[in-house]
């Protein structure tokens, strides 16, 4: 899958293209912790929009972390508050929770042994 995927059939544009490989591999690491654990089913062509969902939310989170990060500043015994606005919980569970939600919106993906 490259970049053109992303753009053309899943139709992202949220992703930079030097962004993209990065993240759409560790979108592919997690989809293959997913199917180790669960029976997932899907063409390939929704295994790859899946891929695509998780590297758009994976670039969510990066982006939710360094504007919490961006936030507040401070030197010496100066700090300075850039923002009052809630950020998004980009904590591991919720991270784990929003990456099996964007596998699901492509691929079936069952507990157990059937499905």
Do not use: W
């Not at 969902?53 to 994976?58: F, I």
């Not at 504007?67 to 980009?90: E, F, I, M, W």
Request: aromatic share 10%; hydrophobic share 40%.
């Amino acid at each position: 899958m490259d970049y053109a995927f992303y753009q053309n059939v899943y139709q992202g544009d949220s992703l930079p293209p030097a962004q993209f490989g990065r993240l759409a591999a560790r979108a592919e690491d997690v989809l293959q912790r997913l199917e180790r654990v669960y029976v997932v089913k899907g063409e390939q062509e929704a295994r790859q929009k899946a891929v695509c969902a998780m590297a758009d939310a994976l670039y969510f989170f990066e982006q939710a972390d360094a504007a919490r990060l961006a936030g507040s500043v401070k030197v010496g015994q100066t700090s300075a508050s850039h923002t009052n606005a809630t950020l998004p919980d980009t904590s591991p569970a919720a991270q784990s929770s929003e990456l099996y939600r964007c596998a699901g919106l492509y691929l079936e993906i069952f507990r157990g042994c059937g499905g």
